[in-house]
């Protein structure tokens, strides 16, 4: 590995005994060539492990700093912490839109800033931390690095569709209705536009990488709207 490794080392609290492992983790699926070996990269492995590590330990962390917190509140604080959006932010505050490997036409389309593709590389290197040196290692990347998102909000957030759900049920309307408006994109990565309708309120729509990303936007977009 090079000095720019050595750098990444440092950020991360660990050196690789593989550091293949690394290599394999900031590898995006776009530089390899051929549909069979795209499904089988790495880099999608790796992504799998880091998720569930990411979820454990954010669970652990959460469940040690609210004692008195109840279920809902905690699963609120968690979904805020391992949200596309939140791992995003500590895959750009460790570099890994600069160090991160991708294929020219994705690069061109602006993949360095995509927060998919850095939250998706972000999680590759957990899983990476957790494959070559253990829990302790993964661990510990992931409590000194989200410590901080973790603090900032001191009240168990409340995400837009139950904010959009409670605002209807207090003024004795309707339940939201989500409707799958289209899709757009690679199989690999789609993007969602979905549509909210509040009866006698209005409607609104909003579009993300997912389908419970783009209807949190869509019910953040229907709440300006009425609330404005």
Known sequence: MTGAASDLYKILGHRFVRPELLVQA???????QGRRQKQSAPYERLEF????????????????????EAEGALARRF????????????????GLDERLSMSKGDEDA???????????ACEAVIG????????DVAARFVRSRWRGLMNEVLAP???????????AQGLGKALPVYTTLGTEGPPHEPVFLIGVE?????????CGPSKRVAEQAAAAALLEKVTS
């Open 26 to 32: 900031l590898t995006h699926p776009s530089m390899l």
């Open 198 to 206: 509040v009866e006698g309120a209005g409607s609104a729509s909003g």
């Open 79 to 94: 979904t805020a912490l391992v949200r596309r959006e939140a791992v995003a932010r500590i895959g750009l505050a460790i």
């Open 49 to 68: 492990l880091g998720d569930r590590v990411l979820g454990l330990v954010v669970a652990d962390m959460l469940f040690q700093a609210f004692p008195d």
């Open 110 to 120: 602006g993949g360095r800033a995509n927060q998919g593709m850095l939250a998706d």
């Open 157 to 167: 957030p409340k995400d837009a569709k139950t904010t959009l759900q409670e605002w």
């Open 128 to 135: 990476a931390l957790y494959a070559d040196g253990g829990f």
